[in-house]
């Protein structure tokens, strides 16, 4: 056995202890190079959506949107490297001040990149919904109650 299946736990296990130990993102990439080091070999979507939620959990939009790209023109739609997107967005630790721009961001995306699946974007789902809810219940907003009752209704309708 060549350990390829612990893989998918230690990606996994990177990307929900990155939130709290940011050092784990950059040694998700570096695993990540190192263990599908071949040019032209994609590594599994799995193991690079949980490379791209370590970034995402440390709020690197930037890294995590430029991770995005590559995803779509690679595997094509995938919830899992769209939620990333959204991770990164709720993530993002702005001065209070610009709190709502991360939300608004993360409803663009939603709007722009997810909803419904006409697009060739993967459709969003109700953890979708709630990702985008979780990035405007972390603003100051006065208009945060306004558009996640919005969200709300889009996604029952």
């Known amino acids: 056995d060549d ?3 612990l893989l998918p ?12 130990d940011p050092t784990l993102a950059p040694l998700a990439t570096t695993l ?6 071949k040019a032209g070999a994609s590594p599994p ?6 490379t791209m939620t370590a970034h ?17 023109r690679t595997y094509g739609p995938s919830l899992d490297i769209a939620h990333a997107v959204l991770i990164s967005y709720h993530r993002a ?19 722009d990149e997810m909803v419904g699946d006409g697009d060739g ?7 979708s919904y709630r990702l985008v809810m979780q990035a405007w219940g972390e603003t100051t907003s006065g208009r945060a109650l ?6 709300m209704e889009e996604m029952t309708a």
């Open 3 to 5: 350990g390829g299946d």
């Open 9 to 20: 736990s230690l990606f996994t296990a990177l990307s929900h202890h990155s939130a709290t």
């Open 45 to 50: 979507l799995p193991l690079y959506a949980a």
């Open 93 to 111: 630790v702005p001065p209070v001040t610009n709190r709502d721009c991360y939300a608004l961001r993360a409803r663009a995306f939603l709007r």
């Open 56 to 72: 995402a959990q440390t709020g690197a939009i930037q890294k995590v949107r430029a991770m995005y790209s590559h995803a779509v």
């Open 121 to 127: 974007g993967a459709a969003a789902t109700v953890e």
């Open 146 to 151: 306004e558009e996640m009752t919005a969200l």
């Open 32 to 37: 990540l190079k190192k263990t599908f080091p």
